[in-house]
Every structure is written in structure tokens, then in C-alpha cells.
């Protein structure tokens, strides 16, 4: 099983709609995770951190946390095709000072 | 407000050669971490310094790899007798530490290909 797992896509919305994009991770111990962005031959960008289960917003963007579960989540309301891109979810392992990330989710808004 | 520096930003190399790539993080951020991407995928952890000290360090990270930050401000990653499968991008991050968390933000990154 891997660390931090994501549906790599590609994930199609029309543009005005919500983007759901999902991230599991094994480690029940870990307490921070984050979600960035990274278009195509850039660096990674970060989003949004979350550390607390429930929601948590930031303008168009909400990221979700379930620690019972061990999934977090991001919504992007209100998709535009500026939105195409992939986004990264990262989780600190407990114990360390490591970053995971999973292999991304490529999200392509449709104008 | 600058934010993470990396130098060079692409670097094309023969195998066997050995390579060095710099970052200078955030001016306040004491953290630093690198990391190598390839296509598809995630950014994979090499290692991570707070201050001058380097505390943890990938086990995939071979002997021929080595990373240093001397007065806890820019670092070096500097590989060895490079390999094709090298190529990658490099990434180095930083944070400042705090509550409640550890948010980082990535550098340009440095682009290597090797020949």
C-alpha cells in the first residue's frame, strides 16, 4: 500500500463547476497535510494545509480532513480552465520530519 | 519578499560527472528540504536540514549524494558520478518552523539531464 494514494486522472469538469479531488494516506499517526498545485514544468504551489478534521476554506478552494478514515480531500468551486493542472497532496509522516506526496491528480477544466 | 532560489535551473551533463546545485530558501525560514521529481510523479523526499543540521535523509539517497548547509542559510546538493538515471528535476523547499505546522514553499527547481 502506498503512503499517500491519488487517482491520477486525468479529471474532466465543465468550467463554473465544483472539482472533487481525493487523497488517502496509510499513516494514522500523521497530523498535517496539504495540498499544492503544479502546472505543467513548474514547481509544486502550495494551496491549502489542513490539520484539524472538518472543513477548512479559502476563497474558491475547501479542503476537507477525515482522520477516522485517513482521507483528505479538495473542492475547487467554480472551476476555471486556469484551474488545469496537477494537484499534489502531501502528508507528513508522524515521527518525522518526511513529506510524502502522492503522485497527483491532473484536473482539466473544460471551457 | 524573494521567495526559494535555485542555481542553475538546468544542467545538462555527461555520465559520470559530478554535479552541484544550490538553494537559497526563504530569508526567515530556518527549514530546508530537497526533493527529486520525475514525470508522473510526486516530489520524493532526499533530505531535510533545520539550521545546519541535517536530521533526516532518504534512504534512497546512495553515497553518491550528498547535501550540506553550512551556516544554515543556502544549501548545497551535490551528486557524483552521475547516472542517466539521475535525470530529473530537483526541488528544494523551505518553512519556518511554528505552530501549528510546517508549511513549505518550493524553489524553481534545477532541471538535470544526464548524457
Known amino acids: 500500500q502506498k503512503e499517500v494514494e491519488q487517482n491520477s486522472g486525468p479529471l474532466s469538469v465543465p468550467e463554473g463547476a465544483i472539482a472533487s479531488l481525493n487523497c488517502t494516506y496509510s499513516?494514522?499517526?500523521?497530523?498535517?497535510f496539504f495540498w499544492y498545485r503544479q502546472y505543467s514544468g513548474k514547481s509544486p504551489e502550495l494551496i491549502m494545509s489542513?490539520?484539524?478534521?472538518g472543513d477548512k476554506e479559502d476563497g474558491r478552494f475547501t479542503a476537507q480532513l477525515n482522520k477516522a478514515s485517513q482521507y483528505v480531500s479538495l473542492l475547487i468551486r467554480d472551476s476555471q480552465p486556469s484551474d488545469s493542472a496537477t494537484y499534489l497532496c502531501?502528508?507528513?509522516?508522524?515521527?518525522?520530519?518526511?513529506?510524502?506526496f502522492g503522485t497527483g491528480t491532473r484536473l482539466k477544466v473544460l471551457a | 519578499d524573494t521567495g526559494v532560489s535555485q542555481d542553475p535551473r538546468h544542467k545538462i551533463t555527461k555520465r559520470g560527472q559530478n554535479v552541484t546545485f544550490r538553494c537559497d530558501p526563504i530569508?526567515?525560514?530556518?527549514?530546508l528540504y530537497w526533493y527529486r521529481q520525475t514525470l508522473g510523479q510526486g516530489p520524493e523526499f532526499l533530505t531535510y536540514?533545520?539550521?545546519?543540521?541535517?536530521?533526516?535523509k532518504s534512504r534512497l539517497l546512495s553515497d553518491r549524494f550528498s547535501a550540506e548547509r553550512p551556516k544554515g542559510s543556502f544549501s548545497t546538493l551535490e551528486i557524483q558520478r552521475t547516472e542517466q538515471g539521475d535525470s530529473a528535476m530537483y526541488l528544494c523547499?523551505?518553512?519556518?518552523?511554528?505552530?501549528?505546522?510546517?508549511?513549505?514553499?518550493f524553489g524553481p527547481g534545477t532541471r538535470l539531464t544526464v548524457l
Open positions: 530569508s526567515e525560514h530556518n527549514r
Open positions: 536540514f533545520q539550521n545546519e543540521a541535517q536530521l533526516e
Open positions: 489542513i490539520y484539524s478534521n
Open positions: 499513516d494514522r499517526g500523521s497530523q498535517s
Open positions: 502531501a502528508v507528513i509522516l508522524s515521527g518525522t520530519y518526511k513529506y510524502i
Open positions: 523547499a523551505s518553512s519556518f518552523e511554528g505552530p501549528p505546522g510546517d508549511e513549505q514553499f
